[in-house]
Protein backbone atom coordinates (compact mmCIF):
# COMPACT_ATOMS: atom_id res chain seq x y z
CA UNK A 1 0.00 0.00 0.00
CA UNK A 2 0.92 3.26 -0.47
CA UNK A 3 -0.23 6.45 1.20
CA UNK A 4 0.15 10.01 -0.88
CA UNK A 5 -0.23 13.58 1.62
CA UNK A 6 -1.04 16.56 -0.58
CA UNK A 7 -0.68 20.09 0.40
CA UNK A 8 -0.19 23.46 -0.79
CA UNK A 9 -3.55 24.63 -1.86
CA UNK A 10 -5.14 27.51 -1.28
CA UNK A 11 -7.08 30.61 -2.92
CA UNK A 12 -5.48 32.75 -5.20
CA UNK A 13 -5.73 35.58 -7.66
CA UNK A 14 -5.23 35.22 -11.42
CA UNK A 15 -1.42 35.69 -11.68
CA UNK A 16 -0.49 34.05 -8.97
CA UNK A 17 1.40 31.04 -8.39
CA UNK A 18 1.27 27.95 -6.02
CA UNK A 19 3.09 25.13 -5.09
CA UNK A 20 1.64 21.88 -4.18
CA UNK A 21 3.08 18.89 -2.84
CA UNK A 22 2.85 15.12 -2.53
CA UNK A 23 4.57 13.22 -0.16
CA UNK A 24 4.61 8.84 -0.29
CA UNK A 25 4.58 6.90 2.09
CA UNK A 26 4.20 3.09 2.87
CA UNK A 27 5.67 0.77 0.05
CA UNK A 28 6.70 3.78 -1.62
CA UNK A 29 10.07 2.11 -3.03
CA UNK A 30 9.15 0.67 -6.32
CA UNK A 31 6.75 4.20 -7.51
CA UNK A 32 7.56 4.61 -11.42
CA UNK A 33 5.17 7.43 -11.72
CA UNK A 34 3.66 9.97 -10.05
CA UNK A 35 1.28 12.63 -11.60
CA UNK A 36 -1.40 15.09 -11.15
CA UNK A 37 -4.43 15.34 -12.01
CA UNK A 38 -7.68 17.77 -11.49
CA UNK A 39 -11.37 17.55 -11.12
CA UNK A 40 -13.83 20.90 -11.53
CA UNK A 41 -17.04 20.96 -10.59
CA UNK A 42 -19.69 18.87 -12.99
CA UNK A 43 -16.35 17.83 -15.10
CA UNK A 44 -13.98 14.74 -15.07
CA UNK A 45 -11.12 14.69 -13.57
CA UNK A 46 -8.34 15.28 -16.07
CA UNK A 47 -4.29 14.99 -16.32
CA UNK A 48 -2.74 18.09 -15.24
CA UNK A 49 0.91 16.23 -15.37
CA UNK A 50 3.19 13.52 -14.69
CA UNK A 51 6.65 12.70 -14.26
CA UNK A 52 8.77 9.35 -13.74
CA UNK A 53 10.29 8.66 -10.64
CA UNK A 54 13.13 5.94 -11.60
CA UNK A 55 16.56 6.89 -11.70
CA UNK A 56 17.71 5.56 -14.88
CA UNK A 57 14.26 7.41 -16.53
CA UNK A 58 15.97 10.57 -15.80
CA UNK A 59 12.43 12.09 -14.45
CA UNK A 60 10.74 12.66 -17.87
CA UNK A 61 7.99 14.99 -17.69
CA UNK A 62 4.62 15.07 -19.62
CA UNK A 63 2.01 18.28 -19.58
CA UNK A 64 -1.77 18.41 -20.43
CA UNK A 65 -1.96 21.26 -22.93
CA UNK A 66 -3.40 23.99 -21.12
CA UNK A 67 -0.79 24.14 -18.47
CA UNK A 68 2.32 23.43 -20.25
CA UNK A 69 4.19 27.23 -20.14
CA UNK A 70 2.89 27.54 -16.51
CA UNK A 71 3.12 24.73 -14.54
CA UNK A 72 6.53 22.59 -14.12
CA UNK A 73 6.53 19.05 -11.90
CA UNK A 74 9.14 17.97 -10.23
CA UNK A 75 10.69 15.30 -7.73
CA UNK A 76 12.61 14.81 -4.31
CA UNK A 77 13.12 10.89 -4.90
CA UNK A 78 15.53 11.21 -1.35
CA UNK A 79 12.28 12.75 0.25
CA UNK A 80 9.58 10.65 -1.64
CA UNK A 81 8.02 13.68 -2.79
CA UNK A 82 6.81 15.27 -5.99
CA UNK A 83 5.68 19.09 -6.14
CA UNK A 84 3.56 20.96 -8.89
CA UNK A 85 4.62 24.43 -8.98
CA UNK A 86 1.79 26.97 -10.60
CA UNK A 87 2.51 29.86 -12.49
CA UNK A 88 0.16 32.42 -13.89
CA UNK A 89 -2.72 30.84 -12.67
CA UNK A 90 -6.11 31.05 -14.57
CA UNK A 91 -9.55 30.91 -13.13
CA UNK A 92 -10.15 27.81 -15.16
CA UNK A 93 -7.55 26.12 -13.11
CA UNK A 94 -9.68 26.01 -9.92
CA UNK A 95 -10.40 22.54 -8.78
CA UNK A 96 -9.23 20.18 -6.42
CA UNK A 97 -5.74 18.41 -7.33
CA UNK A 98 -4.98 15.02 -6.82
CA UNK A 99 -1.64 13.13 -6.73
CA UNK A 100 -1.23 9.93 -8.10
CA UNK A 101 1.18 7.44 -8.12
CA UNK A 102 1.78 4.16 -9.98
CA UNK A 103 3.87 1.09 -8.97
CA UNK A 104 1.66 -1.46 -10.26
CA UNK A 105 -1.50 -0.28 -8.28
CA UNK A 106 -2.69 2.94 -8.70
CA UNK A 107 -3.20 5.48 -5.46
CA UNK A 108 -4.49 8.57 -4.86
CA UNK A 109 -4.03 11.29 -2.48
CA UNK A 110 -7.33 12.72 -1.17
CA UNK A 111 -7.08 16.13 -3.37
CA UNK A 112 -6.22 19.66 -2.23
CA UNK A 113 -8.34 22.88 -3.15
CA UNK A 114 -6.74 25.17 -5.85
CA UNK A 115 -9.27 28.28 -6.36
CA UNK A 116 -7.98 30.91 -8.55
CA UNK A 117 -10.58 34.06 -8.15
CA UNK A 118 -10.26 37.89 -7.63
Known amino acids: QVQLVESGGGLVQPGGSLRLSCAAS????????MGWYRQAPGKQRELVAV???????????NYAEPVKGRFTISRDNAKNTVYLQMNKLKPEDTAVYYC????????WGQGTQVTVSS
Open 100 to 107: NALNGGVY
Open 26 to 33: GSSFNIYV
Open 51 to 61: ITTGEASGGST
